[in-house]
């Protein structure tokens, strides 16, 4: 079993940049995963932001945030990031990343659903300020 453990949020001004950090602890020696970062929004509870496959670093984007949203990771830290650019109002709220093991057939799929990730950070708050 692996927990997730967010951190990086806090407070920007408009036009700023943030990066928000995942680490996945636990044992993970021998397996892959979908990495998922999500957010809240006004029309979702749990809106997909952007995902990675650790196996290859496989990244998936929703178009409403391809642009200034890019995900990656640091594979010998257990770590995925959340790079945030040109960050707006509409930016604030809280930013959660989930986990869930996967392969390379079903990664496609999984790795975009936010129901089918299990493991969960607590989430960190963003703030931008206009």
């Known amino acids: 079993q692996v927990h997730l453990e967010e951190s990086g949020g806090g407070s920007v001004s408009t036009g700023g940049s943030m990066r928000l950090s995942c680490a996945v602890l636990?044992?993970?020696?021998?397996?892959?995963?979908?990495i998922g970062w999500f957010r809240q929004t006004p029309e979702e509870d749990c809106a997909w932001v952007c995902s990675?496959?650790?196996?290859?670093?496989?990244?998936y984007y929703p178009e409403s945030v391809k642009g200034r949203f890019s995900i990656s990771q640091d594979n010998a830290k257990n770590t995925a990031f959340l790079s945030i650019n040109d960050m707006r109002p509409e930016d604030s709220t809280q930013y959660s990343c989930?986990?869930?093991?996967?392969?390379?057939?079903?990664?496609?799929?999984?790795?975009?659903?936010?129901?089918?990730?299990?493991?969960w950070g607590q989430g960190t708050q963003v703030a931008v300020s206009s």
């Open positions: 636990g044992n993970t020696e021998g397996r892959v995963y979908c």
């Open positions: 990675l496959f650790t196996d290859g670093d496989v990244t």
């Open positions: 989930a986990a869930v093991k996967n392969d390379r057939k079903n990664s496609d799929y999984v790795c975009r659903r936010h129901m089918l990730y299990n493991q």
